[in-house]
């Protein structure tokens, strides 16, 4: 993939993920604020002040999250962002860190 297929791979699943979480925000109790800054999507938990932090990493063409749980990192394979390390897909992974941060079971799924 070349850097301006992953950038804007990468802009379009930052903003699928905010639009997700804000329309999770609106339809349950989950009480979160995000803020985008270029390619970095802060998650911040109202409730208890923590944070899940989402940037695309263009020279390696991954995901990067930092969440409470650890960070971990995210590469392209067969139409998923898949860990590097122990093969999660990124939607499953961000679904269990938020419902653990945030304390409401939520599941999280690519915007179309």
Known sequence: MTESEFLALAEHT???IEAALERASNDSDLDVECSRSGNVLEVEFIDNGTKIIINSQAPMQEI???????????K????QWINT??????????SRMV???????LVLSPAA
């Open 99 to 105: 419902s653990e941060q945030g304390g409401v079971k």
């Open 76 to 79: 392209r394979e067969n139409d």
């Open 85 to 94: 390390r122990d093969q999660s897909e990124l939607y499953a992974s961000l």
């Open 14 to 16: 930052l903003t699928g």
């Open 64 to 74: 990067w999250v930092a969440a409470r749980s650890g960070g971990f990192h995210y």
